[in-house]
């Protein structure tokens, strides 16, 4: 093949799409697992590849990549334990420790108001380091002049997620062709939903009943 292409697909993954925690001594190892969806990127510890077979090279590429970490997806997420602790505090029910986690959150709120949804900085470096550990580990593709086409759903963080894992490339090599494009003509299998998902989600009878009993039985707040 004269010609090596590339594809990059940045697109939005349904939060209950996560793989399931292995043992509890891992999570104990590290808590920040605990956070689900909410546990950012690993950036340490990076498995290395296993080496290609004799005889063969890389030359194709087909990435497909969420975008990287965000702030939580609505102001309301951060507003609401805060307009809780205000309000105790207002009426003096907060313990010394509440009132130490009352002034961290309203710094956090300094930072994190308006931004509800948006790409976060580190959601940016985590994009950086990925395009950058492929472009290391597979030099043979990121050769001059190699075209890479970039696909992403309009969502706003995944465009610039896709944008900063572009960048990144093009810094390390600027004759990369690169094309970027954000459509609703890709939602269609980038984001897609089935009728038996969106029904399963939407469904008063499914699984809402049981999960508000395990919840009423397992947050006791009190």
């Not at 080496?51 to 990549?65: E, Q, V």
């Not at 949804?117 to 940016?124: I, R």
């Not at 960048?167 to 009728?195: D, G």
Request: hydrophobic share 30%; with cysteine.
């Amino acid at each position: 093949m004269k010609n090596i292409y590339f594809l990059l697909v940045f697109f939005l993954l349904s939060p209950g799409l996560i793989q399931a925690q292995t043992t509890r001594e891992e999570v104990y190892e590290t808590p920040e697992k605990t956070g689900g969806v909410y546990y950012a990127y690993p950036s340490q510890d990076i498995v290395p590849l296993t080496p290609a077979p004799k005889g063969y090279k890389p030359f194709y590429i087909s990435h497909l990549g969420r975008h990287g970490s965000r702030y939580l997806i609505g102001d309301s997420d951060y507003k609401r334990p805060l307009d809780v602790l205000t309000d105790a505090y207002e009426n003096n029910a907060l313990t010394p420790l509440g009132i130490d986690v009352l002034e961290r959150l309203q710094k956090v709120w300094e930072e994190a108001q308006y931004h509800g949804g948006d790409l976060s900085p580190l959601g940016v470096r985590e994009q950086r380091g990925i395009a950058e550990r492929m472009y290391t580990n597979f030099p043979e593709i990121f050769t001059n002049n190699t075209p890479v086409s970039a696909r992403s759903t309009m969502v706003v963080r995944c465009v610039l997620s896709m944008d900063a894992f572009c960048e990144r490339l093009k810094e390390l090599n600027p004759t990369l062709q690169t094309t970027r494009e954000a459509s609703n003509k890709y939602v269609r299998y980038l984001n897609h939903h089935t009728k038996e998902a969106i029904d399963f989600r939407s469904s008063p009878n499914t699984w809402r009943e049981e999960y508000y009993k395990f919840e009423a039985a397992h947050v006791k707040p009190d």
